[in-house]
T-cell receptor, first 112, second 112 residues
Framework: GNSVTQMEGPVTLSEEAFLTINCTYT??????LFWYVQYPGEGLQLLLK?????DKGSNKGFEATYRKETTSFHLEKGSVQVSDSAVYFC???????????FGDGTTLTVKP | DADVTQTPRNRITKTGKRIMLECSQT?????MYWYRQDPGLGLRLIYY???????NKGEISDGYSVSRQAQAKFSLSLESAIPNQTALYFC???????????FGEGSRLTVL
């Protein structure tokens, strides 16, 4: 079956540090890959996505590249801010299956 | 107003009580989902529905039931609540082509 493995947290960084959150997946076929973010007290919202191999998703300074050869979709940001403190979820979806599979989430705390 | 609205946002109840969590959406999406979030376990799918006449079990459906009253409404019921159903519950919607999920703000349920 499908599965998503995320880097375990929590992750604590100082403001302006470089961020990487690792995500690898197992899936049949060609899934779409997503990063969702959950700010405190809120629901999840889409941060970025990629639908095919070598696609790069980007938003708000975050980037992730769909690497089929390594089955990975690592999230990166060059300079984090305190406002980036949140829980980040990697997910995959195969459109014809209609369901998404989520990783366990990685909690990021950015200190001033 | 939010595109995906969940009620109640918070609920405390006792073991054995029947509870209903309601979800309504204004996005016009056919697909609706109920997820459960527990610390360190990510999101787990309880039930999903691709249209009004289609209901499917997810990975953790035992102890839960759902009703799709209309395209825009999808309710989750706990017929006899137990303490290990204490969790944060999310409703989500999607359209068939994009694959991304749109989440409500969550319903925090505590079963004493």
């Amino acid at each position: 079956g499908n599965s998503v493995t995320q880097m375990e947290g929590p992750v604590t960084l100082s403001e302006e540090a470089f961020l990487t959150i690792n995500c690898t997946y197992t899936a049949t076929g060609y899934p779409s890959l997503f990063w969702y973010v959950q700010y405190p007290g809120e629901g999840l919202q889409l941060l970025l996505k990629a639908t095919k191999a070598d696609d790069k998703g980007s938003n708000k300074g975050f980037e992730a590249t769909y690497r089929k050869e390594t089955t990975s979709f690592h999230l990166e940001k060059g300079s984090v801010q305190v406002s980036d403190s949140a829980v980040y979820f990697c997910a995959l979806s195969r459109t014809n299956a209609g369901k998404s599979t989520f990783g366990d989430g990685t909690t990021l705390t950015v200190k001033p | 107003d939010a595109d995906v609205t969940q009620t109640p946002r918070n609920r405390i109840t006792k073991t054995g009580k029947r509870i209903m969590l309601e979800c309504s959406q204004t996005k016009g999406h056919d697909r609706m989902y109920w997820y459960r979030q527990d610390p360190g376990l990510g999101l787990r799918l309880i039930y999903y529905s691709f249209d009004v006449k289609d209901i499917n079990k997810g990975e953790i459906s035992d102890g839960y039931s759902v009703s799709r009253q209309a395209q825009a409404k999808f309710s989750l019921s706990l017929e006899s609540a137990i303490p290990n159903q204490t969790a944060l519950y999310f409703c989500a919607t999607s359209n068939m082509l994009a694959g991304e999920l749109f989440f409500g703000e969550g319903s925090r349920l505590t079963v004493l």
